[in-house]
């Protein structure tokens, strides 16, 4: 998969150098309700799963939940979409970037500028 992992919430952008990072990041409750859209840096669009873990105890079973971050089948790219969020963003953090960067180019100036979510 692409790196870096692109979460959006509500405008906010945040950036994981690993998928790892991103599926710890990510909250099962916030995934049921559609809180995030999560993208690679070629803007395909990125599936997060909800991963159930059940384990019995003396008095009762406890389900863990976590996170596993799949491409959709079949691809969806949506990287014109992906590039209006992170303008948004730039624009809403005071980032300044040129009009006609392309995703990649504004994708590592992200990085430079706000650098990896850990």
Known sequence: M??????????DVSLFAD????????EPDDVKQNAYEIFN???????????KKSKKFLFGTFVKESIQIMPYIPNINNKEYLLELLFKFCDNVKIEVPKGINLNNLVDRLIKEIGFTQ
């Open 19 to 26: 998928i790892k990072d991103a599926e710890l990041y990510l």
């Open 41 to 51: 840096r070629n803007g395909d669009l990125l599936n997060p799963i909800i991963l």
């Open 2 to 11: 692409d790196i870096p992992i692109i979460v959006i919430d509500s405008g």
